[in-house]
């Protein structure tokens, strides 16, 4: 269940499973935690978890303590209204094709492709060195390999 933050006309924010007044760095730290949070203006009830969440974000950005990266958010700008309409699997999709435009990332996957290439190869090898008949040892699988 979200827990409830109410946005009063004065602009602050209250807690109401704390029952006081929170920051948007308290609220960051909640969400960090795992909360979720739902925060609605007092007098209409409208929802405005999405601009809380957004101002949260720019807030952090000005700080300079950014957690999101700028290609994030430029994916994040791109996909626009989908992001909100899109299922859970497909939010993960465009979130895991994000992450994986980072460097590290996409060059740890890469390497890995090419060891299961290798090992696949190898596989292949000892497989034709027991078909042969021939015993196959540390030795022999050197050899193979060389």
Known sequence: ????????DNRKLYDTE???????????????????IQVVDNSTGEDLTV????????????SGKAR???????DMVRWGGKVVSTSREQLEKMVQASIEKLGPVR???????????????????IAA??????????????????
């Open 1 to 8: 269940m979200d827990r409830l933050i109410k946005r009063y």
């Open 18 to 36: 704390a029952k006081q007044y929170v920051s948007l760095e308290e609220l960051a730290a909640l969400v960090r935690q795992g909360d979720h």
């Open 51 to 62: 601009q809380t969440l957004a101002r949260i974000i720019m807030e952090e950005g000005r």
């Open 68 to 74: 999101v990266s700028t290609e994030f958010l430029h």
């Open 107 to 125: 060059q740890a996957r890469e390497e890995l492709a090419a060891l299961k290439a290798q090992l696949v190869e190898l596989e292949a090898r």
């Open 129 to 146: 060195l027991s078909a042969e008949g021939a015993p196959v040892t540390e030795k022999t699988a050197e050899r193979e390999e060389s």
